[in-house]
């Protein structure tokens, strides 16, 4: 079973997470960039965070066998910090990098007039450089903030099919299901959405642009879950292909669109020495490992 | 972002050297299009820099301080064709701070890429010594390192060796690796 988590958070992570993760058959991952938990407060921070996103995380996941890429955008709750609006200027140089493969996350926190521009902006940033955007529900006043962002995607230059629409649940799916736009569904131990859940929504709403996600990150979360909605989903009914149509073709279909996906030959066994990393070998020949090629 | 052609990129840098930064990011792409090699695209972008040694070094940090990984590596890889003898605007040692920027980071590829011909000219012997100590460390096979068997020293042997004792100690392998760089090491002595 191969899986692509395309939501969760690896800077959080720790290396046990990575080997487990390649264990249960994960073989990419998109990290979006996103708040940290303690407030950032220039400029700087964000660069150098952006920058591990691009440099050190990926290389931390290739000694994994895992293909790691990137949101870039700045994300709501900051949005509302006056010091941290130039994140906007630097933009353009991340969004232009190999392996950004969508303006994100995007979206409402408070549902701020600040909120509203740095939106709009960033949706028109993804149009520009032909990423898609990924856009995150806020926690509070869900269902409003679901409809007040299909508003504005509405009214930007991406068309629905670009833009996915993340941490849905039953009361939020319905109109995005509509709007056209992917929907996508962050799977946790006790909030968000369960593995049972997730099979009804499914059963109910089948699964053309469907997006299962772990969302992991440095709070109460795990980088399983996405495996164990496919066993759920298995034990469901659900054949073989309609795993992999979820958990790894159809984010390979909406973050493909940004043309910047490096995956790996998932079917090719990795030969190790006992105690080698699975990507070890890699790590030494550039970038071409993720590209396929192998010495 | 208009879809550009490795050649013309080449000739944008070439006349107006601000482009680079423009055309460096997406430079990969473009060439795996063509059917290219991504690092021999950047290093012909960073060739096409025109003007004296000051300007295309100033064009090497800029574009290695805003790179991802990947450009970066490709910057470090481009280091000894912009230094080639003969090259009226040859960059000499003031890309060292790069160098030193990349031995410092745990990327092995990064790494790998710092310890070509370029820090085998330039780079002073105890920084060129820790980097090698380094690859030993961190597994990057030991062929990596341009100009081992001419640096490799008394000072490197006594090194390795207090690393080897220190492996042993733990009860740990040796790399075999390891014993290359001190054969290399009495070698050099010999001559």
């Known amino acids: 079973m191969r899986i692509f988590d395309p939501h969760i958070h690896m800077t959080s992570r720790t290396t046990d997470d990575y080997q487990r993760m390649h264990a249960a058959g994960v073989r990419a991952v998109v990290e979006p960039s996103f708040w940290l938990g303690q407030p950032r407060t220039n400029v700087g921070s964000f660069c150098d965070y952006f920058d591990a996103l691009l440099g050190w995380e990926p290389f931390r996941a290739s000694q994994y066998g895992i293909a790691h890429h990137a949101t870039i955008g700045l994300n709501p709750k900051e949005a509302n910090d006056a010091r941290c609006r130039e994140v906007l200027d630097v933009l353009p140089r991340y969004l232009a990098k190999d392996r950004v493969v969508a303006v994100g996350e995007l979206g409402y926190d408070s549902m701020t007039p600040e909120e509203d521009d740095v939106f709009a902006v960033q949706l028109g940033l993804a149009a520009e450089h032909g990423l898609p955007a990924l856009v995150h529900t806020p926690h509070r006043d869900k269902l409003a903030g679901t409809r007040r962002t299909l508003d504005v995607v509405r009214e930007s230059a991406l068309e629905p099919g670009a833009v996915l629409v993340d941490h849905l649940n039953e009361m939020t799916v319905g109109v995005v299901a509509e709007s056209g736009c992917w929907m996508g569904f962050s799977v946790y131990p006790d909030t968000k959405m369960d593995e049972h859940r997730m099979v009804e929504i499914l059963r109910r709403y089948g699964l053309d642009r469907m997006i299962v996600n772990s969302a992991a990150d440095w709070g109460n979360s795990d980088p399983l879950k996405t495996r164990r909605v496919a066993e759920t989903m298995l034990a469901a009914g659900y054949t073989a292909d309609d795993v992999d149509r979820v958990l790894w073709r159809n984010p390979v279909e909406f973050y493909g669109r940004s043309g910047r996906l490096e995956l790996p030959e998932t079917d090719a066994p990795v030969e190790t020495e006992p105690g080698e990393l699975v990507g070890a070998r890699a790590t030494f020949l550039g970038n071409s490992v993720l590209r396929g090629a192998r010495e | ?191």
């Open chain 2, 1 to 191: 972002m208009s879809p550009v052609t490795t050649q013309d990129a080449i000739a944008q840098v070439a006349s107006d050297p601000t482009s680079l930064e423009r055309h460096f990011p997406a430079a990969a792409r473009t060439a795996a299009r063509e059917g290219l090699d991504g690092d021999a695209a950047r290093e012909a972008l960073l060739m096409a820099v025109p003007g004296p040694a000051a300007s295309v070094i100033d064009a090497v940090r800029r574009v290695y301080d805003h790179g991802d990984a990947a450009e970066r590596r490709a910057v470090l890889l481009a280091l000894p064709a912009l230094d080639a003898p003969g090259r009226a605007n040859a960059i000499g040692d003031a890309a060292l701070p790069i160098v030193r920027d990349a031995l410092r980071t745990n990327d092995t590829r990064l790494v790998a890429a710092a310890l070509g011909p370029y820090a085998a000219a330039h780079l002073d012997a105890d920084a060129w010594r820790q980097a090698v100590l380094k690859v030993l460390f961190t597994g990057i096979p030991v062929e990596r390192v341009a100009g081992l068997a001419d640096r490799a020293d008394d000072e490197l042997a006594r090194m390795v060796r207090d690393y080897a004792a220190e492996r042993e100690a733990a009860g740990r392998v040796v790399p075999p690796d390891a014993r290359t760089v001190l054969d290399l090491s009495l070698a050099h002595r010999a001559d």
